[in-house]
């Protein structure tokens, strides 16, 4: 007898934030803050510590200055921190209970980010929002830039789904004495990022399988080390309660104190409110790490073109993450500026301790030829030529 009223405020919901959020299509989101702008030694090597990327081009000036870009660069997500995708449009005005979740993004990049850029920047518009059965979909791009010049673009989905159809949060993760034997063993075993050791295009065939990066398990100082590091504007006390108080849909009650002037998307960081599975990791964490695997596997003189990630379910806290990759395709494409490029299409496979899929992410990484390094900035999109066979 309690499930029908629910269920009727629910499709309420989605149909008023649908309405409502079709008026911003074209126009800049409202709900994403600024992030940094200025690539600083600091801001760089925070982003790196928070994935664990041990490459000491993304953390050692000298190593960066000895490397062909003649600069430590940060590594390819970095851009998150300068305007994280993914806004559900009108959500956080209008009272409802959906949830919002990132459930997709494609990124794309023209060039690397080097130690000191500055006048960084990200502008994010809403493309789309529509109904799609019992949710809401919104989608966005961001246009990123240095110095007012484009360097990478984003498009992302958000999914705007009935919290009370949500599935129950699972236990938290318990590992037996053999699991923890296991994924320390991993540890230990795991080498170190390619590095300075290119991987050449001519030696990588469709079908080849590399191992797996082990994430995790999740805790509380790894969420937050990425709050930092993510970039956004962090804030406590009296000035959440006057920035909550005016947002509606971020407003609610804290399901366990009962204080009325709580911020309801931040759920998820909350782990009495996510017991008994503890808090999960943002969605940009879960982007980022399945980047750096690419990073970590195509070495120094590789550059990651492109990642498309889906997103399954939570990292949750307690959780493992293991990311393991399967080259898809190689092919040839070419620039509007006539530049060749050799091609590898990277599928990247992260799945939690219960083997579950976590994220999905096919990444375009761009490789050298023995005598042909890869030539950046990129001028425009890559056209592909005829594909290659295996």
């Not at 889906?310 to 070419?334: I, K, N, S």
Request: hydrophobic share 40%; proline share 8%.
């Amino acid at each position: 007898m309690t499930q029908v009223a629910p269920r009727a405020r629910t499709e309420t919901d989605v149909d008023r934030l649908v309405e409502a959020g079709r008026r911003l299509v074209g126009f800049l989101a409202p709900d994403v803050e600024p992030g940094i702008d200025v690539a600083s030694w600091l801001n760089v090597t925070r982003f790196a510590e928070a994935l664990g990327d041990e490459n000491p081009l993304y953390t050692d000036p000298e190593y960066g200055a000895g490397s062909a870009y003649h600069s430590m660069l940060a590594p390819p997500a970095f851009l998150l921190a300068v305007r994280m995708p993914g806004s559900a449009a009108v959500a956080e005005l209008l009272d409802h209970n959906l949830s919002t979740d990132l459930a997709a993004a494609t990124m794309s990049w023209d060039d690397v980010v080097r130690l000191g850029d500055r006048d960084l920047s990200g502008r994010m518009r809403v493309t789309g929002v529509g109904r799609n059965g019992a949710k809401a979909t919104v989608t966005s791009t961001v246009d990123y830039y240095r110095d007012g010049s484009e360097i990478a673009r984003c498009w992302a989905e958000v999914d705007l789904v009935p919290a009370d159809g949500l599935p129950p949060i699972r236990p938290m993760a318990r590992y037996t004495p053999g699991e923890i034997d296991q994924m320390t063993a991993e540890l230990d075993a795991e080498a170190p990022p390619r590095g300075t050791v290119p991987r050449f295009w001519r030696d990588v065939r469709a079908g080849d399988t590399f191992p797996a990066l082990l994430k995790g398990p999740l805790t509380l100082a790894d969420l937050m080390v990425w709050t930092f590091a993510e970039g956004r504007p962090v804030r406590a006390g009296n000035l959440v309660y006057q920035q909550i108080a005016e947002r509606n849909g971020r407003r609610g009650a804290h399901p366990v104190t009962g204080w009325p002037v709580w911020d309801k998307t931040e759920a998820g960081l909350d782990s009495m409110v996510t017991d008994p599975g503890g808090p999960q990791a943002p969605a940009g964490l879960v982007f980022a790490l399945a980047s750096q695997y690419a990073t970590h596997w195509m070495g120094d003189d590789g550059f990651l073109r492109q990642v498309s990630a889906r997103l399954h379910q939570p990292f949750r806290y307690g959780d493992a993450l293991r990311l393991a990759g399967t080259v898809a395709d190689r092919f040839t494409a070419t620039d509007e500026a006539g530049s060749r490029y050799h091609a590898v299409c990277l599928r990247v496979d992260g799945r939690n301790q219960l083997n579950e899929p976590v994220i999905t992410a096919d990444a375009v990484v761009l490789l050298p030829e023995p005598g042909k390094p890869v030539r950046l900035p990129i001028r425009g999109g890559l056209a592909c030529d005829t594909p290659v066979e295996a």
